[in-house]
């Protein structure tokens, strides 16, 4: 349980640093993640006794405890890059931390676009920010006063297992980080986008509802980014079920984690307005397609396929679409298949502008527009997703509940793994098991409600 809330501390924390980078100071999401990172600090603190909790930042890695996290290591890289700007070792968070100083730690993390000049001069910025329960220690090969103790090394110590909330985290941090930077005109890692894409690709194989499940995100200030990484999760997990490469899957999904890089250069009061968008406005939206195939050309190490999914994910297979193509050019069936990813999961998601769609409402509307896409790869799509896509909770027509596991040959009739009884109690673990719709011994069932 203190390793599951340490987990958890550090996800909210790489998580509100990022989230502070991409939105304004006062914004919703940032409060709401302040607010939690604050709630299980103290439950944590709580929970071993402890006054602070201390974190530790060594070589590019997190370590609690004497034991380098692993898990946490792989998503933390906004936690790492503050310890370089800081020029610390690690951080001390007191039980009495309050949220404004903790949003004051957001605000300097988000501002702080110059390392600062020592250890000590970033102890007079946090000192001047009125933040008094942050501590930030010196590295654990200096030597500095009082009776600090760097409670940190640099040994190896039990792994952290890989769950879908550090992958979903990973891909989150990546697809946030590349906005953040090319909105500050900098370059995008992708090595580091590569490595996010690997992990995915390994959950698509084995535990994709899984995966789904951290996927669904409620709140619409978190879409564009989230956006990004459930096209990518859908792309990689059709594709791979259509029996592509495993390279050519790969290569997909961190492309699909780009493809909408270009957004991070429009302004945030158009990205999330909550009315119809002007002309003017969609005009600016428009531009992000080439805006984002120009950003991904100047970066090292990418691929044909990053700058093609950037530039063609809005074109059409009648040719309509933008931006604007000439009459001779043909979509390459990846291509094709992340512009269905993209609509589908736009449809899907809740907006600014609008409430979530079925999954099978969203199959209709694209159905009905006749030459928007590729009809073989639509057709191959609404197979391997179905109209219960896996991660989603649906109930039975017997009263029992469940998560759907994995599409059937009969896209109304998925694999579910029942989670509840018919009353609605939550069955143990060795109690749950999972039932095939598609199977004979179960025709009497079927899907009567669905929690998108």
């Not at 509307?365 to 191959?380: E, N, R, V, Y």
Request: proline fraction near 4%.
């Amino acid at each position: 349980m203190i390793l599951e809330k340490l987990n958890t501390l550090l996800l909210l924390l790489c998580r509100s640093i990022s989230a502070r980078k991409l939105y304004f100071p006062g914004h919703s999401k940032v409060i709401e993640l302040a607010n939690e990172f604050n709630d299980v600090l103290k439950d944590f603190c709580n929970e071993t006794g402890q006054d602070k909790l201390f974190i530790g930042v060594v070589k590019g890695e997190i370590v609690f405890d004497g034991k380098v996290l692993v898990g946490p290591s792989i998503v933390g890289k906004q936690l790492v890059d503050l310890a370089g700007n800081f020029h610390c070792g690690g951080f001390s968070f007191s039980r009495f931390l309050t949220t404004a100083e903790y949003i004051e730690l957001l605000n300097l993390a988000a501002e702080l676009t110059q390392p600062a000049a020592g250890l000590e001069q970033a102890r007079e910025l946090l000192k001047s920010r009125e933040i008094k329960h942050v501590e930030i220690a010196g590295h654990y090969l200096q030597q500095f006063d009082g009776d600090e103790a760097w409670q940190g090394q640099d040994t190896r110590g039990e792994n952290m297992a890989q769950t879908p909330t550090l992958v979903y985290q990973a891909l989150f941090d990546v697809v946030s980080r590349a906005h953040i930077n090319v909105a500050a005109g900098g370059g995008i890692d992708m090595d580091k986008t590569r490595s996010a894409g690997e992990y995915l690709l390994h959950f698509a194989q084995t535990r994709f509802s899984d995966v789904m499940r951290h996927i669904h995100y409620p709140d619409y200030d978190s879409y564009t980014v989230g956006h990004s990484v459930r096209v990518a999760t859908l792309g990689v997990f059709a594709a791979w079920s259509f029996g592509w490469k495993k390279e050519l899957v790969f290569d997909l999904g961190t492309a699909c984690l780009l493809h909408d890089v270009g957004k991070g250069t429009l302004p945030g009061e158009i990205l999330f307005k909550r009315g119809r968008l002007t002309k003017e406005e969609m005009d600016i939206i428009k531009t992000h397609p080439r805006i984002g195939a120009e950003i991904l050309l100047a970066q090292k190490k990418v691929k044909v396929l990053d700058v093609a999914a950037a530039w063609g994910h809005h074109l059409r297979q009648d040719g309509g679409g933008y931006p604007d193509q000439a009459s001779w050019m043909v979509r390459h069936p990846i291509i094709s298949l992340i512009q269905i990813c993209d609509v589908f999961e736009a449809l899907t998601a809740v907006r600014p502008y609008k409430p979530a769609q079925s999954p099978l409402a969203a199959f209709s509307i694209m159905l009905k527009d006749k030459g928007a896409f590729q009809p073989t790869l639509l057709a191959s799509f609404m197979g391997a997703i179905g109209i219960y896509p896996p991660g989603n909770l649906v109930t039975l027509s017997d009263g029992t509940g469940g998560i759907v596991a994995a599409a059937g040959p009969l896209i109304d009739r998925p694999t579910v793994q029942i989670t509840h009884d018919r009353f609605g109690r939550e069955l143990l673990s060795d109690e749950s098991f999972k039932i095939d719709l598609s199977e004979e011994r179960y025709r009497s069932l079927s899907v009567v409600e669905e929690k998108v």
